[in-house]
């Protein structure tokens, strides 16, 4: 007789475990389970971003993203203080360092203002270098309620949190499938089985997958997007105060590569945005024959490289020459020097597509019988993940029927 749970979450990344612990705070009187591939939680996208609380200053006003990133960012930081999270709100630069940039500069300032970010303020060449003395700019934005944190400690104080409120998260556990019944779902791993009543998949990466698995059909297929990163070096560690983005490109979903200042010490640069030919691959030559036959099997992966090859091309330049990827740092900081950086990690992003190349940009939620998938949850998913969990666990509550 297997284990019985009113919900099984299937995927312990971030926006997982904020469900469940939602859901534990929602209806305290159902047991859950949250379900982790690997030996830990948050190992993939929740410990590979680069730990930024975003503002939601970019986001398109009305959006799901822009509404939640607020709110989250917000439930975020007083998450953190209260649980003795280490945080720092130290602020950010987003610099425009050519004419052209301005229109669309302003344009994200209009955005932050529409969505309700505070503490912003446009800034001109001698105020930026007033914050960030190596940096070249000829107007900005400052955003002055960006932060860093480390997800992977978020995560693993909803673990402790879960398990407080009398439910399970259990690690290396793979699900390899579900058998539906009358009255709920086996889950089956390769350890063992669970039985649960309803079923809920947030499984970044292999998101698309896991909802085919269980039965559900979707018309939405990952891809996935490999950032490589450097550190700067102690030499280079005095040319960056704060985290200093570029005006992103509208015409791509990616921030442009930037420096970020960590948590827990030093400073990154990057990161570019490439193709990967395995999911979970991480190192610039992983290869995995099944994944690279998933996405070119998919019609809407060809038609997104059909619009986008000038600007991958690119981005795949930055990932193999140290000098090129250094080039696009200068646009920022001039004066970095090939002895400034030193390659570090690297993270992969799941982009969900649409069969016509579209990148869905905000959240993407399938539901049939016992079952909810979320199919995409696109940055700034780890700083909203408060507030995209409760989205997900008040959902859950109305389509399960949950009392």
Known sequence: MEEQFDIII??????GLATAYKLCTQHPDKRLLVLEKEKEVAQHQTSHNSGVIHSGIYYKPGSYKAKNCVSGRRELVEFAKTHKIAHDICGKLIVATEESELAHMNKVYQNGLANGVEDMELIDSKRIKEIEPY???IAGIRVGC???IDY???ARKYVELIHAAGSKVLT??????FERGESGTKVITQKSSFFGKHIITTSGLQADRMAKKEGQKTDAAIIGFRGDYYDLTEKGLKKVKHLIYPVPNPKFPFLGVHFTRMIKGGTECGPNAVFVFDREGYSKTAFSMKDTLEA????????FFGKHWRFGLDEYRGAFSKAYFLKR??????SLEMDDIVSSRCGIRAMALGPEGEMLDDFKIEKHGNAMHVINSPSPAATAS???GNEIAVMAGEYFKLK
């Open 10 to 15: 299937v995927g312990g990344g971030i926006v």
């Open 329 to 334: 740092l200068q646009k920022l900081i001039p």
């Open 152 to 154: 992977g400690d978020v």
């Open 296 to 303: 070119f099997g998919f019609a809407g992966t060809w038609k």
């Open 146 to 148: 960006t932060g860093i």
């Open 172 to 177: 290396s556990q793979e699900v390899k499938g």
């Open 135 to 137: 940096c070249e700019g």
């Open 386 to 388: 408060l507030a995209y």
